[in-house]
């Protein structure tokens, strides 16, 4: 099994503040409160992608060993993986859209940041001006896909709520060693179905990383050309 990338943190962090130049243009000396939404972006999307590999090496007999050591067992595993996976993912997204919510001048106050559901909101009453339409366009179809529904229902269950998962045991011989995640499946409600933890958080994450590239590249191609 290949496992899931972790994208190193320089490689984000460049992504976020490759949008300087069209931040300028839109926020002129302001620039950094919508720069700095995505620079945060960046870590927070590195972790969901920790906690997508983690949920994949617990499936792999070869790292057992190596997470036993850092989270002690299966449940252990589970927790860090979806907490990391599914948290972090949809703060990525909101923190896309905070970084909007200061382009279009519609942030509240200095330390208040907008999220996906106030921009979605604020966006449905008063479209976009023009020459931000290539960045809020492919934004908001994001903010209206099932994927997005799916990671902001289990972010608040994980957060605030109950969240429903199964765990499946094996009465098959152990491999030795054994994959952290052994002898039990751990699957977690993610689209309206059960799916295995490693699945349900390769797909956040994913999202959640296509949602920043895209978000950024829409914006750094707002600016002039040098």
């Avoid at 995505?38 to 499936?59: E, K, P, S, Y």
């Avoid at 948290?87 to 509240?108: E, H, P, Y």
């Avoid at 604020?122 to 908001?140: M, R």
């Avoid at 608040?156 to 109950?162: E, N, R, S, W, Y």
Wanted: glycine fraction near 8%.
């Amino acid at each position: 099994m290949t496992l899931p990338n972790v994208p190193p943190h320089t490689e984000l962090f460049n992504i976020a503040v490759g949008t300087r130049d069209a931040c300028r243009l839109f926020l002129g000396t302001n620039a950094e409160s919508a720069i700095s939404p995505l620079a945060i972006a960046a870590f927070q999307l590195q972790a969901a992608h920790v906690g997508a590999r983690i949920a994949a090496m617990a499936t792999e007999a070869a790292y057992g060993e190596m997470l036993r050591a850092i989270v002690t067992d299966s449940e252990g595993g589970f927790s860090v993986s979806l907490n990391l996976s599914a948290r972090c993912s949809a703060t990525v997204v909101d923190l896309c859209a905070a970084a909007l919510g200061r382009l279009l001048g519609r942030s509240g106050l200095p330390s208040r940041e907008m999220d996906a559901a106030e921009i979605a909101n604020s966006l449905k009453k008063a479209p976009a001006p023009a020459p931000l339409a290539p960045l809020v366009d492919p934004f908001v179809v994001r903010l209206g896909s099932t994927d997005w529904d799916s990671i902001v229902t289990l972010r608040h269950a994980v957060t605030h709520k109950v969240y429903k998962r199964g765990v499946y045991g094996s009465t098959r011989q152990a491999p030795e060693p054994a994959p952290l995640a052994w002898p039990q499946q751990n699957d977690v409600e993610w689209g309206g179905r059960m799916v295995a933890m490693d699945a349900a958080a390769g797909a956040m994450v994913s999202f959640a990383d296509d949602t920043f590239r895209e978000f950024c590249g829409n914006l750094a191609r707002l600016a002039p050309a040098s």
